[in-house]
């Protein structure tokens, strides 16, 4: 199963995993699933750091913890850019836009605890 985490999932995974729900950490372990890690996730995480304490503990080298679990970089095209931006608006948070519209392109399953994000024509997993 392709997977590409939301950016709590990524914060959890490395800092705090017992915070995830076992099927999630299962998953994640699983050798037979592509977990993916979106670029965006690393913006989001940098934009935020300065104001959130549990962000400041992640190592500044973002590749580290990625590289660690043996999870795979997502760059963004313009296709993901366009259609994040082709998204309903009723859900306004760009960082999840544009992790719905990669999931989307790339047949991925977007694991986060987001309720909201099936809305958004997503499969979400947790």
């Given at each position: 199963?392709?997977?590409?985490?939301?950016?709590?999932?990524?914060?959890?995974?490395?800092?705090?995993?017992?915070?995830?729900?076992?099927r999630?950490?299962?998953?994640?372990?699983?050798?037979?699933?592509?977990?993916?890690?979106?670029?965006?996730?690393?913006?989001?995480?940098?934009?935020?750091?300065?104001?959130?304490?549990?962000?400041?503990?992640?190592?500044?080298?973002?590749?580290?913890?990625?590289?660690?679990?043996?999870?795979?970089?997502?760059?963004?095209?313009?296709e993901?850019?366009?259609?994040?931006?082709?998204?309903?608006?009723?859900?306004?948070?760009?960082?999840?836009?544009?992790?719905?519209?990669?999931?989307?392109?790339?047949?991925?399953?977007?694991?986060?605890?987001?309720?909201?994000?099936?809305?958004?024509?997503?499969?979400?997993?947790?």
């Open positions: 199963m392709k997977l590409l985490l939301d950016t709590h999932v990524l914060v959890r995974s490395a800092i705090a995993s017992r915070a995830l729900p076992m999630v950490l299962d998953a994640l372990r699983d050798p037979a699933n592509q977990v993916l890690v979106s670029a965006a996730s690393a913006y989001e995480i940098e934009y935020k750091r300065p104001r959130d304490p549990e962000l400041q503990r992640l190592p500044s080298d973002l590749a580290i913890v990625v590289d660690r679990q043996q999870f795979t970089w997502l760059d963004i095209s313009w993901d850019a366009r259609d994040a931006g082709l998204l309903p608006r009723h859900h306004r948070d760009p960082f999840d836009r544009l992790l719905v519209a990669q999931a989307q392109r790339h047949g991925a399953t977007l694991v986060s605890a987001d309720r909201t994000l099936p809305s958004l024509g997503v499969s979400t997993f947790w």
